[in-house]
Every structure is written in structure tokens, then in C-alpha cells.
């Protein structure tokens, strides 16, 4: 297993308005050690942005969740610039379309399973694995 890197945020701009006083009450919450937190804010409020400064002041690993795609991907982007020197990893599903199986009754029709996989993304989750199993960053 590799040395672990610390947790160096990497940004332009600094934490405001409301973010400061946020990042300290889920640090020390982590410090604590509180099973549970929530952090609230509007879309483009900077959440992602005060997570990054969560992570580097505790310097520990995180498993950041996403409900869809999409908004897996643009936090995936984003907390690999704010630390482009830590194992950042993207697992999703790596089906571009997935059809199950399916029997009509009404029509005795049988639909076979029909599957599009993306090799990309499917490297990116063999990475994702791999970076869990050798990295402790």
C-alpha cells in the first residue's frame, strides 16, 4: 500500500458567507464523533466547495455519494481539482442502456436482455476498485 498523501485543497478562492462557519460545525462534528450531519444549501451554494475543506481539515478519506449520473460526474470533476494529488475515483453503473428481461403474458412475448456497456467508464470503476484496495487516500 502506497504512503498516504495528505489532503491539499487545491483552489483559487477561499471559503465565504456562510461557508466558514459551516466547514468548522462539520469538522468539529467529525472530530466529536458524530454519526450524523447534514449540510443544507441551495443549488450553487458552494457545498462541494466546503465538503473539499471538510476533507482537508480532517485529513481523511471520504465517500462522497451522488443520486444520479450526472451529478456524479460533475462532483467527480470538481473534487478532482480541488485534489489533483489524491486518488479521486468515479464508480458508477457502466451501462450506456440496459434492458432486462421481460415475458408479456397478455401477448406470449419474450424480450431478450439487451445491454450497452461503456469500456470507459468500466475502467474508471476497475480503477475506483483498485484505488480502495492499494491507496489510503
Given at each position: 500500500m502506497q504512503n498516504a498523501k495528505p489532503f491539499t485543497l487545491q483552489a483559487a478562492f477561499q471559503p465565504a458567507g456562510d461557508q466558514p462557519e459551516a466547514i468548522c460545525n462539520l469538522v468539529t462534528g467529525l472530530n466529536d464523533g458524530l454519526a450524523h450531519q447534514t449540510l443544507l444549501g441551495v443549488t450553487g451554494s458552494g457545498k462541494t466547495f466546503a465538503v473539499a475543506h471538510v476533507i482537508a481539515a480532517v485529513q481523511r478519506p471520504a465517500l462522497v455519494l451522488a443520486p444520479n449520473k450526472t451529478l456524479a460526474a460533475q462532483l467527480y470533476g470538481e473534487m478532482k481539482a480541488f485534489f489533483p494529488e489524491n486518488a479521486v475515483e468515479y464508480f458508477v453503473s457502466y451501462y450506456d442502456y440496459y434492458q432486462p428481461e421481460a415475458y408479456v403474458?397478455?401477448?406470449?412475448?419474450?424480450?431478450?436482455?439487451?445491454?450497452?456497456?461503456?469500456?470507459?467508464?468500466?475502467?474508471?470503476r476497475l480503477s475506483a476498485t483498485k484505488a480502495i484496495l492499494e491507496r489510503p487516500d
Open positions: 403474458p397478455s401477448s406470449d412475448t419474450y424480450i431478450e436482455k439487451d445491454a450497452s456497456i461503456n469500456e470507459h467508464i468500466e475502467q474508471m
